[in-house]
C-alpha cells in the first residue's frame, strides 16, 4: 500500500492530458498495460501480435518498456539496433525495425540502459515523430508499456485510444490494475479498455476476477471496462519461455494459446477498425504536451 500510494502521489504531478484527435486516418493503436509487474503482460501481447499477425494483419509490436525491454527475448530475436542507437547514435528508425515471424514486426526499446529509462522531453518527442514512419504500413500497433504508474504509461494509454489491461487473480494485480484505472480516470483519458485475466485456474475464476475489476471500475469511477477474455494457468507458458519462443508458435495447441487466439479474435472483432483510430502521433505528443 505504501508503494502504491507512492505512485499515485507522483502520477499527480502529471499535467492533464488535452483531449485527443480522434480524426481519421492511422492504424489501431492498442496500449497493453499492466498494474504490476510479472503478470505476463509482454508474453500476452507478443502472443496476441502474432495471432493477429496470422490473421492477415500487419502489426507492429513497441517494446515502450524503455530500458527493461525483453519482447525480443520472448520472440527468440536478437536485434542488432534499438532506440538507443536512435537517440544516441547514427540510426534512423527504419534500421532498428526487427522483423518477426506472421507479419509482425518488433522495435526494441534496449535494455539495461538507465538512460532510456529517463528520457527527457525532447527525447520522448523524438521518438514519437519517429513513429510516423509507421502510419501508413501497419494495422496495429501493440505497445508494451511498463508496468505500474508513471508518466510514459498514461500518455501511452492517452495516445492509443485502447487500453489492454492485463490482470491475474492476485489481490496485488487487482488493487494495482484498479489504481491505474483510477488515473487513467483522474486525467480524463478517453480510452476503451478491455482486460484479460492471466493465470486464472479456469474461466470461472476469470468471469470472477475481471467482475470485481469491472465492477469496482464503473460503480466508483464511472469507468467501463470489458473482459476480453481469459487465460488459464498453462506449464506451456513457461516450457515456451524458456525456449525463448512464442507460446502459439511453440504450443499451439496448449490451452492458454487457444485462450490467446479467442482473446486476439475478440480483440479484433471490437474497437475501431485498423485506419479508423487517429492520428496516433499527434494524440502521442499531444498526450506529451508536445505537440
Known sequence: MRDQAVQLRLAAQIPPLQKLDLGPGGPRVIAVASGKG?????????????????????????????????????????????????????????????????NLWVVSGGSGFYELANLDSAQQSRVLEMLRYFRDDTDYILIDTGAGINKNVIAFAAAAG??????????????DAYSLL????????????????NRAAD??????????????????????????????EDRAVGLAVKRQAPLVLAYPGSPAARNIVAVAHRLAEGGAPPGKNG?????????????
Not at 74 to 95: C, F, M, N, T
Not at 162 to 175: N, R
Not at 182 to 197: N, Q
Request: with cysteine; charged share 20%.
Open 203 to 232: 474461466e470461472f475464476e476469470g468471469q470472477a476476477v475481471a467482475a470485481r475489476l469491472t465492477g469496482a471500475a464503473d460503480r466508483f469511477l464511472r469507468f467501463p471496462v470489458r473482459h476480453l477474455g481469459t487465460v488459464c
Open 38 to 102: 510479472g503478470v505476463g503482460k509482454t508474453s500476452l501481447a507478443v502472443n496476441l501480435g502474432l495471432v493477429l499477425g496470422r490473421m492477415g494483419r500487419r502489426v507492429l509490436l513497441l517494446d515502450a518498456d524503455l530500458g527493461l525491454a525483453n519482447a525480443e527475448i520472448l520472440l527468440g530475436l536478437a536485434p542488432r539496433y534499438s532506440l538507443r542507437d536512435v537517440l544516441y547514435g547514427d540510426k534512423h528508425i527504419r534500421e532498428v525495425v526487427t522483423p518477426g515471424p506472421h
Open 182 to 197: 483510477k488515473v487513467l480516470a483522474r486525467f480524463g483519458v478517453p480510452a476503451e479498455v478491455g482486460a484479460v485475466v
Open 162 to 175: 485502447e487500453v489492454l489491461l492485463v490482470i491475474t487473480p492476485e489481490p496485488t494485480s487487482l488493487t
Open 279 to 291: 492520428n496516433f502521433v499527434t494524440r502521442l505528443l499531444r498526450a506529451f504536451g508536445l505537440g
